[in-house]
């Protein structure tokens, strides 16, 4: 096997959107709404290209700051996001979230890049980053997801200590049907990544049982923090 992943031809890429060409024809033949899925592709490119130099500087500065800024402005993000099914209650639930989502994510963070990996300096923008970006934006979607729940429910008449268990077992649904499937339905990114640059699936295994416990737990507790923060005496207003 190879240590190493070989770099893509372009020419090779290029044939990895021929189902998504298909996929646009059907759009544009049954819905009309092919030029949003577009925009959608192109967007994707040209964010990953983006991220791509940036990340590059990113890992070679080697400046605890620059982490620090990123990772700040990545928990930044993901809480405004989060609460996009709820835009009318947005600003006013905004800090909740960016605490529960910090909460939640960081500990996790901490606990993996120290505990599980070791890695040294704490700064470590190769091991940090990737990281807190898979875990922050599995965070924020946990999150969202109670948000809408919590939100509908209390809509509905539904007081808050009763809608917090429906709306923390709705969010959860995703996480907790991704480790009935993994291994028997599906192989994550991770995994097929390590394996396809070398790693031996074995120890592939392990990054990967990290990464599933790491994202259930994150996005457990950042869901929880948020949860119990909505429901508290002083959180709603009154009147």
């Avoid at 189902?19 to 033949?29: D, G, T």
């Avoid at 990464?211 to 996005?219: E, I, K, L, W």
């Amino acid at each position: 096997m190879n240590e190493t992943v070989d770099a893509i031809p372009l020419s090779n890429l290029a044939l990895s959107f021929i189902p998504a060409i298909a996929v646009l024809l059907v759009l544009r033949r049954w819905t009309g709404e092919a030029p949003t899925a577009v925009y959608g592709l192109g967007r994707m490119v040209g964010q990953l290209l983006l991220v791509g130099y940036v990340l590059t500087f990113i890992f070679g500065s080697d400046q605890p700051a620059v982490v620090i800024a990123v990772l700040t402005t990545m928990l930044l993000i993901a809480s405004w996001i989060a609460l996009r099914p709820i835009q009318r209650t947005r600003r006013r639930t905004y800090p909740r979230v960016l605490f529960s989502i910090a909460f939640g994510g960081l500990s996790t963070l901490v606990l993996v890049t120290y505990g599980v990996l070791g890695a040294t300096p704490w700064y470590q923008a190769n091991v940090v980053i990737p990281l807190a970006g898979m875990i922050f934006a599995m965070s924020m979607n946990t999150v969202s997801l109670a948000a809408e729940r919590y939100d509908a429910e209390i809509t509905r008449g539904i007081e808050g200590r009763a809608a917090r268990p429906i709306a923390f077992r709705a969010a959860l649904i995703p996480q907790i049907n991704s480790l009935f499937a993994v291994g028997l339905v599906s192989l994550p990114g991770m995994m097929t990544g390590q394996i396809l640059s070398g790693v031996p699936p074995l120890v592939a295994v392990r990054y990967q049982i990290m990464v599933m416990s790491m994202m259930f737990g994150a996005t457990g507790l950042a869901t929880a923090c948020y949860l119990w923060l909505e429901t508290r005496p002083a959180a709603r207003p009154t009147g």
